[in-house]
């Protein structure tokens, strides 16, 4: 019996020895295994020692981690104010919430902590995070990020929110207000515009953009490509099928010395000239509003269009750079300038012709004279000039007039500038201011270029006809006699 007891009692002992030597065993495996994971998670920068390789080394300022590097050098100074690194493949800034504010990629990084300040420079990329999940991507050779105040200076840029794009010289962008502002020479792209001018300052978010002068903006050709200049500003060679392909559109350009504003889609100018490449008039504006999605602009303040051949104001009007139309709103006047040919050139003509020829041609110069070569006026209510087809249309309370020679009114006026075509029509009435004679007539088409003149019937008229001028054939060359008293015949004759 106490044999027995002696063989239980062993066998406690064994098992308890078993049972101690498993706990010490896994007591040190659970010690060993937190070191191995500190090791892995963050590396530790020593003052002076350079790390290669560098995955996911944060950098923390007042307990809070600012920076997170992936880089492929990076060394600490003994005094541990200053990290340099070389090769970075990324630069992440945490805002106060922790939250991924700036994104970097360059050849080399220098953050001081004295100041506040890191250094960027080579082959910069930089994404910066905007509301509502907006991001603003671009290029630099130089970047410096004050942390402390907040602001990111960039050299040489080039950057694109969305479709608008920019390039610079030097750029100054506060991330918390989105607000960019950008100096010295500036380009600005959105899909239809060209913006140049010398500086910007811009929300990024809101996209309000206010430009400062001498400001050159042009509407560019639909469909065509915004051109990307690079950083240096280098010319950049154009697609000459893609030329041949634009030929029919044409940019628009408007300049001005007041400031700029534009408030997506629309541009806001004062005291602007606006021109178009491959045309040669010029509108000018006290105020003008240019619509991107429209393609239209919009005078609301005193409008002056001019051309080679017209010239005509208004209060207001518009431009409608798709259909090729100006508009004006009345009162509307239009001044058809004077045509004048070359001296040389009338001579040599007149020289070559019969001696009847040239009496005939000198009669029927008299209306050229008197409407192609000194010009005319019109007032009206509305105006379209159609200047691709070198066209105008007056409407609305037409009034014409050449001083001191003819005046007239209508219900529509057409006036091809090139062709030099007049056609008036509608309750028309034109009076001879010299002689007196008046026609009323529905329509009338004169060629100022060959002097026909179609009237459509029916027509009345009344002609003023003074007896001095019945007698004038019948006196011989050189006989005298006393003037008589100029007497009126008035007649009037209706042709149907």
């Not at 239209?296 to 409008?303: C, L, R, Y």
């Not at 020289?351 to 029927?364: D, I, V």
Request: hydrophobic share 35%; charged share 35%.
């Amino acid at each position: 019996m106490l044999k027995k007891r002696l063989m239980v009692a062993a066998a406690f002992v064994v098992l308890g020895a078993i049972l101690f030597a498993f706990w010490v065993w896994s007591g040190r495996k659970t010690v060993k295994q937190p070191e191995a994971q500190v090791q892995k998670r963050e590396p530790k920068l020593e003052p002076g020692i350079t790390l290669e390789g560098v995955e996911g080394l944060i950098l923390r300022r007042e307990g809070r981690k600012t920076w997170e590097l992936f880089v492929d050098v990076i060394t600490l100074d003994k005094n541990q104010t200053q990290a340099t690194a070389q090769g970075i493949k990324k630069a992440i800034y945490y805002d106060e919430k922790g939250k991924p504010l700036l994104w970097f990629s360059a050849q080399t990084l220098v953050y001081n902590s004295n100041t506040g300040e890191v250094t960027l420079t080579g082959d910069i990329q930089v994404e910066a995070r905007l509301p509502k999940g907006k991001m603003l991507v671009g290029k630099a050779t130089q970047a410096v990020w004050h942390e402390r105040k907040r602001i990111l200076e960039v050299w040489d840029g080039q950057g694109q929110v969305g479709e608008t794009r920019f390039l610079v010289r030097r750029i100054r962008y506060n991330p918390d207000t989105t607000v960019l502002e950008a100096f010295e020479q500036v380009v600005v792209f959105t899909p239809r515009t060209r913006l140049v001018c010398p500086m910007v300052r811009t929300n990024l978010t809101t996209r309000y953009l206010i430009a400062s002068p001498p400001i050159q903006l042009t509407v560019l050709a639909k469909k065509s490509p915004t051109p990307f200049l690079p950083v240096a500003f280098r010319k950049v060679a154009q697609n000459e099928q893609r030329k041949k392909e634009e030929k029919k559109e044409r940019p628009m350009n408007f300049y001005t010395d007041k400031p700029v504003i534009r408030k997506p889609p629309r541009w806001f100018f004062e005291d602007v000239r606006i021109t178009e490449e491959g045309e040669d008039y010029t509108i000018t504006a006290k105020r003008a509003v240019y619509d991107e999605d429209a393609d239209k602009v919009e005078i609301p303040e005193g409008i002056r269009f001019e051309d080679p051949e017209t010239i005509a104001t208004a209060p207001k009007g518009e431009v409608d750079n798709k259909k090729k139309i100006a508009v004006f709103f009345g009162p509307v006047e239009v001044i058809i300038k004077p045509k004048k040919e070359e001296p040389e050139k009338a001579k040599k003509e007149q020289g070559s012709q019969p001696e009847a020829e040239a009496q005939k041609e000198e009669k029927r110069e008299r209306l050229r004279e008197r409407v192609r070569k000194e010009g005319g006026k019109m007032v009206c209510d509305k105006a379209e000039y159609y200047y691709r087809e070198r066209r105008v249309v007056a409407t609305g309370n037409v009034k014409f007039e050449q001083e001191g020679r003819y005046s007239g009114k209508a219900d529509k006026v057409t006036y091809l500038t090139r062709d030099e075509i007049l056609t008036i029509e509608g309750n028309v009435v034109m009076r001879d201011l010299q002689k007196g004679h008046e026609v009323e007539c529905p329509k009338i088409v004169i060629n100022l270029q060959t002097d026909e003149v179609d009237i459509s019937p029916p027509v009345s008229g009344r002609l003023i006809v003074r007896e001095e001028e019945e007698q004038k054939p019948q006196q011989e060359k050189g006989e005298q006699k006393p003037q008589p008293e100029k007497v009126e015949k008035k007649s009037e004759e209706t042709t149907k």
